[in-house]
């Protein structure tokens, strides 16, 4: 596994270079897909990675299968992990609209800034 944030769950079935490591779930259903890919991707994960993974440089470190393995993975029951993605998902959309709600203000302000300054200086 590469290091340089090529790392990913994927629903997909195919061929891949032998450069990547392709891994299943042991047993079905012990996973989110979301939630994994999420937690794998993590500052605390990377850091992990970053810590066991060889190389000379840190643009050529590599993550071998064995080393990837003996990593511990937080795995609290998948409903807790649905749960997790919804609310994530829920907070993550809220916050969206908020910064939507807060462009379509700042645009407004300014245009009125706009009109503002075009008055002061026609002197309307």
Known sequence: MGLDGALGVSNQVGIVSPSYGVYRQLKAGTFNSWYLEYLLRSSAYVAEYNKR????????????????????????????????????????????????????????????????????????
């Open 53 to 124: 993974s060889t190389g000379l440089h840190s643009s050529r470190l590599r993550l071998y299968s064995n080393m990837f393995f003996d990593m511990e993975i937080t795995v609290p029951p998948i409903t807790e992990q649905d749960e997790i993605e919804r609310q994530t998902k829920e907070r993550v959309q809220m916050a969206e609209s908020i910064i939507s709600l807060t462009e379509q203000e700042i645009e407004k302000l300014n245009e009125l800034r706009s009109t503002l300054v075009a008055e002061v200086v026609t002197g309307k």
